[in-house]
């Protein structure tokens, strides 16, 4: 787990997000044609009827809130919700262990939008316990510490977060992982007792990156680094072209229970 350099197509870039990269990730500019800023912008208007339809049936007093990862599709839903004055909430959760680059973008996103986003943090005493019996990069030993770590340091904030809600949003793709492959739009979260919206399901990783650059949407650098899903620093890594977008994701896991509870069904 220390190795801080990895191959993509021939050029060695850094996982290690203190390092800058050599090569720049082609899949974060598109070629922006003319088709394809069509199907964006409809696509665009279709995630609006998604969120309006979801404000008026749940609640327009902020009872509906929005998951932000900080991720490329979730810079998209931020700027939907925000440029529009959608009456949604907007929070994210700082695990402790983000990137330096994932605190830039949260900089930059407050700046750009003239906003603030609700930071939600683990317990401190459990983080504390944790790394006393376990160790601090415990995660890497077995599945069962690393969904024990991803517990307190994501669900139980995400738990307090949506508390007292009627609904979220996440910026999950049905392409993004054999996980997700069957999304729907809409859905009862079972495991949270509320509805879930998925407003982004149908985009392709094209169509997220084109909206990105006609709308001018601040994103993570690392992106452009290889890195296309981001989470925490020591549980993500670079990959190569033609990998799955989740596979610097718990890259030594089986891709098909790659997880971190956020977004399992019961």
């Not at 049936?57 to 929005?66: A, E, P, Y």
């Not at 994932?102 to 401190?124: G, H, M, S, V, W």
């Not at 007792?193 to 994103?219: C, G, H």
Request: net charge neutral.
């Amino acid at each position: 787990m220390s190795d801080s350099l990895s191959i993509v197509s021939g050029t060695i870039i850094s996982t290690n997000s203190n390092i800058s990269s050599v090569a720049k990730n082609p899949a974060t500019s598109p070629e922006l044609t003319l088709c394809l800023q069509k199907t964006v912008k409809s696509k665009r208007e279709a995630v609006l009827v998604v969120l309006n339809n979801a404000v008026n049936t749940f609640g327009s007093n902020h009872n509906i809130t929005f998951a932000n990862s900080l991720g490329a599709e979730d810079m998209v839903l931020t700027d939907i919700i925000l440029r529009e004055k959608l009456a949604i909430n907007i929070f994210s959760l700082d695990t402790g262990r983000l990137p330096t680059e994932t605190y830039d973008l949260i900089a930059e996103t407050e700046r750009t939008y003239q906003t603030k986003l609700n930071i939600f943090f683990p317990q401190a005493a459990a983080v504390e316990f944790y790394v006393r019996k376990n160790g601090i990069n415990a995660f890497y030993e077995s599945i069962d510490l690393r969904k024990s770590c991803c517990a307190m340091r994501k669900v139980e904030p995400l738990q307090r977060a949506l508390k007292d809600k009627s609904a979220w949003i996440t910026g999950m793709r049905a392409e993004q992982s054999a996980t997700r492959a069957d999304l729907p739009v809409q859905q009862y979260d079972e495991s949270n007792k509320l509805e879930k919206f998925n407003p982004l399901s149908d985009w392709t990783e094209q169509e997220v990156w084109a909206y990105i650059r006609m709308f001018n949407v601040p994103y993570n650098q690392l992106h452009d680094a290889f890195y296309p899903s981001i989470g925490c620093a020591p549980c993500t890594r670079a990959v190569a072209v033609g990998e799955d977008v989740r596979a610097g994701r718990w890259w030594w896991e089986d891709p098909l229970n790659k997880e971190c509870g956020l977004h399992v069904k019961k």
